[in-house]
C-alpha cells in the first residue's frame, strides 16, 4: 500500500513540474513572438528559443544531479564558513559531503523528465510551423 502512495505522489511531482515547465516555455514563446512581428517566422523561432531554454534546463537539472556542482557548493561552503565562522562544520572533508549529497540525491523524484518533455513538444511545434511556412511559401 506504500508503493501505491508513492507512485501517486511522484506522477503529481511530475504533472506539476510539466505545468511549470509549460507555462515558462510559453512565455518565453509569447515574449520573443509579440517583440518579433508576430509572423510565422517569429513563431517558428520563438517555439526554437523555448525549447532550447526547457532542455537545457533539463539538462542542467540532470548535472546538477550527477554532482557536478558538488565541489564548487563545498568550497563556497567552506569559504564562507572561513569568512564569517557562524556555522559549524557538517562534513569533515569532500568525500562526506559528496556521500551525503548523493545519498540525499536517491530519494528524490526524476521531475527533469517531465521539463525534457515539453521542451521536446516545443520542438515538435518548430518542425509543424516550420512545415506549415515552406508550404506557403510553394
Known sequence: MEENKKKSIDWKIYIIAGIIALAIGTGIFCLYFFLNNMT??????????????????????????????????????QLGSSMFGRQPKKYNDMVEYKQAKYDERKEKSKYYFAIMIVGALFFIATLVLEIIYHSQLG
Open 40 to 77: 510565422i517566422v517569429a513563431a517558428c523561432n520563438a517555439s526554437i528559443v523555448a525549447g532550447v531554454s526547457l532542455v537545457g534546463l533539463g539538462a542542467l537539472i540532470i548535472l546538477a544531479r550527477l554532482g557536478t556542482f558538488d565541489t564548487f557548493v563545498y568550497g563556497f561552503m
